[in-house]
């Protein structure tokens, strides 16, 4: 197969491959899985409908040849499935797969850091809101208290998975009073945080524009404590912006896709745990890959249909944001991974 770089009616490249391996968390954050929808009894999908690791990494071998370098691995909550090193050493053997990372709320990290870094992963993200324990264990949604993550944290450390990122989904009147207490942390520690516009992802967290704490407002709160300077991305679609300490210890990020959106640098596809291509983090739907999968489909025939899905793509959600976007159809958070 040759490779060919395929571009959408945008012009965008085909570059990032997020792979959302479980449908499962352990966490239940209001913002991504409210526990009142996802109860006992909610039915997640069953095993037989998650892709194999074999067809993962099948789609991961394709989508290299179109064009893809960077992949991550996230869920739900991917270290919630089984043996996901497995995963990660399957991926990272593949050629042309420079960068691969993982994001997770690092409930289970102390006890796979290690495997992971051995596996072959190169980075991990992992998602902290706040380091108070009452704010934690309200967004947490579960009532845990910070301390296991904070032993995933330095578990990840220790195993050499570093420069370590701390994404924090900043909502009003919830965490922001404590931003600047997790920049600092992160600071000592030598971590980088990455402050999230809280998004209206989904259908079932009731997001209100009220509740977003602009990226502008965010880095005012920080600056003020910690002056710093917008810096350049450190590669062409990076989505995060920049900003670095004066002092020189170290820097911290913005995602604002409500306030900033970045559609127009947007290389990123989607692959769902049942394997659904999905190429917007707010699309209704995502196209069907599994079946290709399992009915001896040949790898250009996938090819193929995945040239046909990024080629006609056109979206741009964030930049056209409005009360009637908001209220649409859309794929939840959980079950695509950011
Ligand atoms: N469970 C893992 C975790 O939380 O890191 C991986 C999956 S989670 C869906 C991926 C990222 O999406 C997390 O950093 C989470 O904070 C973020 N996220 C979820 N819902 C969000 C929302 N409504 N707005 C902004 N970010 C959100
Ligand atoms: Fe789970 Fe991550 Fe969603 Fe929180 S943000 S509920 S940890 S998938
Ligand atoms: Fe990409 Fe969709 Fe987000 Fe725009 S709204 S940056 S197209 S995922």
């Known amino acids: 197969m040759n490779n060919v770089p395929v571009l959408d009616t945008f012009k965008r490249p085909l570059r990032d491959l997020r792979i959302s391996v479980t449908d499962r968390c352990n966490f239940r954050c209001p913002y991504c899985m409210p526990a009142e929808i996802f109860g006992d009894r909610y039915q997640f999908l069953p095993r037989e409908d998650l892709l194999t690791f074999e067809e993962i990494t099948r789609i991961v071998k394709i989508a290299v040849g179109l064009g893809v370098t960077k992949v991550r691995i996230t869920g739900g909550e991917p270290l919630v499935r089984q043996n996901i090193e497995e995963l990660v050493a399957m991926i990272a053997a593949v050629d042309g797969v420079s960068d691969l990372a993982m994001t997770t709320n690092a409930y289970l990290l102390s006890g796979y850091a290690e495997k992971l870094k051995n596996a072959g992963l190169k980075r991990i993200t992992v998602s902290l809101d706040s380091l108070e324990d009452e704010i934690f264990q309200k967004m947490n949604g579960r009532g845990f ?16 998975l570093q420069p370590i990122k701390i994404n924090a989904v900043v909502q009003k ?29 989904g259908t079932l967290n009731d997001w209100k524009l009220e509740e977003v704490l602009t990226a502008e407002e965010i880095v005012q709160l920080i ?45 990123r596809m989607r692959l769902s745990p049942e394997g659904k291509s999905v190429t917007c983090l707010f699309a209704e739907t995502g ?52």
Request: glycine share 12%; proline share 4%; hydrophobic share 25%.
């Open 223 to 267: 600056e003020e404590r910690f002056p710093a300077d917008p810096v350049g991305p450190t590669y062409p679609g990076e989505v995060a912006k920049r900003y670095r300490y004066r002092d020189g210890n170290g820097e911290f990020g913005i995602i604002s896709s409500v306030s900033q959106p970045f559609c127009g640098d947007c290389t």
């Open 287 to 338: 196209t069907d890959l599994r079946d290709s999968l399992r009915d001896g489909s040949t790898d250009d025939e996938i090819k193929k249909a995945i040239i046909g899905i990024w080629g006609s793509r056109k979206d741009r959600y964030s930049e056209q944001r409005s009360e009637e976007t908001v209220k649409r159809k859309k794929v939840e958070m959980y079950h695509i991974g950011g």
């Open 173 to 201: 009147g919830v965490n922001d009073e404590t931003l600047v207490g997790l920049a600092e942390w992160c600071r000592d520690n030598g971590h980088t945080p990455r402050f999230i516009e809280y998004m209206d992802v």
């Open 145 to 160: 208290s910070t301390a296991r993550v904070l032993d995933g944290i330095r578990a990840a450390k220790e195993a050499g």
